[in-house]
């Protein structure tokens, strides 16, 4: 005869909480085996005010881990992933910079969150490089200034146009701000033997 029993409390599900910026933060109820990257399966992951660059595994009062979830998107890889533990809490902090990317590059029309260290040549990264198209010569970035004007705040937007060529020689990492939009350019088609009557 054979007796078997899988009593053992490390098969018992795990409670955690998820707090911060998400849609639905409360308890949860995980597989013993979950980490922070499944485990943001369970509550959808942040929502469109949460960061996915500093998200925080808390045990006991500390910060166990912190995981940048870009590193997922853009390489596959789960750096600094932990197995989850009874009662630990993953928190969401707000989104950092807010990066918006028009024109001329891979993956357009997109938000991309960036940390207070990252600049242009970053975003160019996430993004997916530059197109074999993309105008060289002339980045341009809109951003919001504000300013007082008596005793009240007023804004304007500021265009700032900058020589992508040289950055990239460079390796000139211009910083960008929340709420920048950065534009990228087609170049202009060149043609021959074209005759106007």
């Known amino acids: 005869y054979l007796d078997v029993s899988l009593g053992s409390s490390s098969l018992r599900p795990l409670r955690i909480f998820a707090v911060g910026e998400l849609s639905n933060p409360g308890a949860y109820v995980v597989k013993p085996t979950a980490t922070i990257f499944t485990a943001l399966y369970y509550f959808n992951g942040p929502d469109v005010k949460g960061s996915m660059r500093s998200i925080k595994l808390i045990r006991d009062e500390k910060e166990i881990a912190n995981i940048d979830f870009y590193d997922f998107l853009l390489s596959g890889k789960r750096k600094n992933d932990k197995k989850l533990q009874r009662d630990d809490i993953i928190f969401i902090p707000p989104r950092e910079n807010s990066i918006i990317v028009k024109g001329e590059i891979n993956r357009t029309d997109l938000i991309y969150e960036l940390k207070d260290n990252e600049g242009i040549l970053d975003l160019i990264k996430m993004a997916g490089g530059l197109k074999s198209t993309t105008f060289l010569s ?27 060529g040289d950055l990239l020689n460079d390796s000139s990492n211009f910083e960008l701000i929340n709420n920048d939009i950065v534009t990228f350019y087609k170049t202009a088609p060149k043609s021959k033997n074209v005759f106007n009557i």
């Open 138 to 164: 002339r980045v341009s970035i809109d951003r919001e200034i504000q300013y007082r004007k008596g005793e009240n705040f007023t804004s304007e937007v500021t265009r700032i146009d900058l020589n992508l």
